[in-house]
């Protein structure tokens, strides 16, 4: 006699919990994920690190939240591309793995990462609305602001912070030659083992072009002011650290906005600024106007790895260990990565890997130039100068392999390309 009622209290308390697990999952993303990279590294158990504490946790509660909604929706071409990626190169990390334990810790960094961004997208785009997909991108651009003005505090002060934040703290006999000590905001954490300093500044400053095209969204008379400071305390902090492929990516994202928005006089402004600073100051003139060939060895050393493994690559963590093998009478002070995340893919998971990889880019291009087509607002404006921005920088540093980049893009991409934004 009693079941009806107790199975409408049932309804009643899983649609509650349901919409408790949606609120809760709209504030994570807005107001605690963009904090992320505010946590400096420090290894936990296999490939976790402390800065993987928010993410992780934040989408485990967005992936409850839309199993509970249960809306189901086609998934966009973007996504589909994704996994292929991540079904690719997991498959060929896994096939190439070297026992249970190494297969384990590549199916967490090749699929589970990959599935983090798979589920921030879905999570961003299903469940927040307009206003909380604008909050999110001014979330994402104060901490890039915030970031900024830590880096150009601790050069301008010569601060080297606990566990190697701030300036780079270089060993005595590796101190760079012309004062050019790099910065790199809190994007610290423990040194490497094999390593005598810990040298992130490349993702801090990729981090902050990202947030770039994020501020890029609030481009109106309004907030003009505003969106300057922003933007120039971004700036500032790419060039401090010296980073000369982040400083061309910010010059795109700007150039791209102010193309979008016919605003030439202001990206004539910024690169005139831009222009004086490296004329005038000493270590900003030798770092950006240094050109040398590092990168194109260490593609050839990649080019060498991809032909020795083209089917299933070196595998996951591999990399390294084969580059020094094969790198028989090339120079190059550096042979961690590519530096390029098709090469990259390609020499650690297979060709299909890299071709699938180039499939996704050739998607993130054709989704970004769509929107600006049928909807001329500022968020598409945004959308097209992120993606412009990271594949650029993508060429010489392998972007999509590096979480504290990559999460911040498809937080950015994600918020922007929803059709409502």
């Not at 961004?117 to 001014?138: E, F, K, Q, W």
């Not at 050019?180 to 094999?194: A, I, K, L, M």
């Not at 240094?290 to 595998?315: M, S, T």
Request: charge should be positive; proline fraction near 5%.
């Amino acid at each position: 006699m009693n079941a009806t009622p107790t199975l409408a209290n049932d309804a009643g308390s899983e649609s509650r919990l349901c919409d408790a697990l949606q609120v809760g999952a709209r504030f994570a993303l807005v107001f605690v994920l963009p904090l992320y990279p505010l946590v400096p590294r420090f290894p936990l158990w296999g490939p976790f690190g402390t800065d993987d504490v928010i993410p992780v946790a934040v989408v485990a509660l967005a992936a409850a939240a839309l199993l509970g909604a249960r809306r189901p929706a086609p998934l966009s071409p973007v996504l589909v591309a994704l996994g292929l990626v991540a079904a690719v190169a997991t498959l060929a990390a896994l096939v190439s793995a070297g026992g249970l334990v190494a297969a384990l810790v590549a199916a967490v960094r090749v699929a589970g990462r990959l599935a983090l961004y798979g589920v921030v997208v879905l999570a961003i785009t299903r469940l927040l609305a307009a206003g909380d997909r604008r909050r999110l991108l001014a979330m994402l651009a104060t901490v890039a602001v915030l970031e900024g003005l830590v880096g150009v505090a601790a050069y301008a002060g010569k601060v080297q912070g606990p566990w190697q934040t701030g300036m780079l703290a270089y060993p005595a006999e590796q101190m760079p030659a012309h004062g050019r000590v790099r910065v790199q905001g809190t994007f610290g954490g423990e040194v490497p083992e094999g390593q005598l300093f810990l040298n992130r500044a490349n993702f801090y400053s990729a981090y902050l072009v990202m947030g770039l095209a994020a501020l890029g969204v609030f481009v109106d008379r309004r907030r003009r002011v505003r969106v300057i400071v922003g933007a120039a305390a971004i700036v500032a902090g790419v060039l401090v650290s010296f980073s000369r492929m982040s400083l061309l990516a910010a010059l795109l994202a700007g150039a791209v906005l102010a193309l979008l928005h016919r605003r030439t006089i202001t990206f004539a402004v910024v690169v005139a600024v831009t222009a004086v600073a490296l004329a005038v100051v000493t270590p900003l003139r030798d770092r950006f106007l240094e050109f040398g060939n590092d990168r194109l060895q260490q593609w050839r050393i990649a080019a060498r790895v991809i032909a020795a493994h083209p089917a299933l690559g070196v595998g996951d963590g591999r990399y390294l260990e084969e580059a020094y093998r094969l790198s028989a009478g090339i120079d190059v002070p550096e042979t961690r990565t590519p530096h390029n995340s098709l090469l990259y893919a390609a020499a650690s998971y297979g060709i299909p890997s890299g071709v699938a990889l180039v499939g996704l880019y050739v998607t993130l291009i054709a989704v970004s130039a769509g929107a600006w087509r049928r909807r001329r607002t500022p968020a598409a404006a945004a959308l097209v100068a992120l993606v412009a921005a990271f594949l650029l920088h993508d060429v010489s540093n392998n972007l999509f392999f590096i979480p504290e980049v990559a999460l911040a893009f498809w937080m950015a991409f994600a918020a922007t390309s929803a059709e409502e934004a």
